[in-house]
């Protein structure tokens, strides 16, 4: 799990996700990771039914699902999973 801080922000990324990461091509990747280190603010952010804290991130056909809890005088996210569209509501 890699983590990154900063004075009120705590971001998590889990193996699986930092594996599909590097799987993809270097502009992708670069896409991602902006992203994430924007998160929980951006665009296309959605919370998921059924889930109290969950939400994604759509960055064209890629899905970033993370978990957001404030705790505290932080505000921590846990990057739970980043594939394709359809693969990753399956896991």
Do not use: C, W
């Amino acid at each position: 799990m890699r983590t990154y801080k900063n004075k009120n922000k705590e971001i998590n990324i889990s193996k699986t996700a930092q594996k599909f990461v590097s799987l993809q091509s270097l502009k992708r990747q670069v896409q991602i990771y902006t992203a994430i280190y924007q998160l929980p603010n951006g665009k296309n952010i959605k919370r998921l039914h059924g889930y109290k804290n969950r939400y994604r991130v759509r960055i064209g056909d890629i899905r970033i699902l993370f978990d957001k809890i404030n705790a505290e005088d932080i505000l921590k996210i846990f990057v739970v999973d980043v594939d394709n569209r359809g693969d990753v509501y399956k896991k």
